[in-house]
């Protein structure tokens, strides 16, 4: 088998994976790609260097590939980010981005170098998230947005139900985006929320006077 046939097979047995997945949320009534648009739309307009922050499998990213955006996507996780890298080349979106392995609390990047961060369901996992949150802050540019999203409590619930039926638990070291959103008001920024059933979603801009 030739190095093309190698990957184009790994690729296949990683879709097949994304599938399982997706199917077995959407069985306890978790619709991943109707989120994550819900997210997308929640954040509009979306314009200039888009950061995400924590790919996990990709779902966020191939959300933001369908829609038409390139950007850059950080995760402290080589297997997961592989997942992701995997799934966009499937659809073809690969191209879309730019996979780093970052600590979301220590980021490399420039200040003021990106205008819209992104980050989905990966606040709970973090023992301090406002130091992730001040380090979006600092890298920010003038007149860009943070967006922030997390489960709501059916939501985490659900999710609980999803890792039970797999002998799994579901880790969750902070459960804090209400706290966040005050945080970032703090700070200087304006924050609207939205939620559907299972996804709570802030959107913060800098006030014109901080």
């Known amino acids: 088998m030739c190095a093309d046939e190698i990957q184009d097979t790994e690729v296949a047995e990683n879709h097949k994976k994304y599938l399982k997945h997706k199917a077995l949320y959407k069985r306890f009534g978790y619709d991943i790609d109707q989120e994550r648009d819900f ?11 888009i950061l995400e922050v924590g ?5 966020f990213s191939l959300a933001l590939a369908r829609h038409g955006y390139s950007f850059v996507s950080i995760d402290a996780s080589k297997d997961e980010q592989r997942f992701a890298r995997l799934n966009l080349r499937y659809f073809g979106f690969e191209h879309c981005a730019d996979f780093c392995i ?8 420039n200040d003021k170098s990106y205008d819209s961060i992104f980050c989905i369901n990966m606040l709970h996992h973090l023992v301090n998230p406002h130091d992730a949150i001040d380090e979006f802050i600092r890298i920010l540019a003038p007149n860009g947005k943070i967006v922030l999203s997390d489960f709501t409590q059916e939501g985490f619930e659900l ?8 002998n799994r638990v ?19 920024f304006e924050t609207t929320t939205s939620s559907s059933k299972i996804q709570a979603v802030i959107v913060a801009t800098k006030r014109i006077d901080s």
């Open 170 to 188: 579901h880790e969750i070291i902070s459960s804090m985006l209400n706290e966040t959103g005050e945080y970032l008001n703090q700070k200087g």
């Open 39 to 49: 997210i997308v739309n929640k954040s509009l307009p979306i314009s200039g260097k």
């Open 55 to 59: 790919t996990g499998k990709g779902h």
């Open 159 to 166: 999710v609980d139900r999803v890792h039970a039926s797999e």
């Open 102 to 109: 970052e600590d979301a609390c220590c980021l490399k990047f």
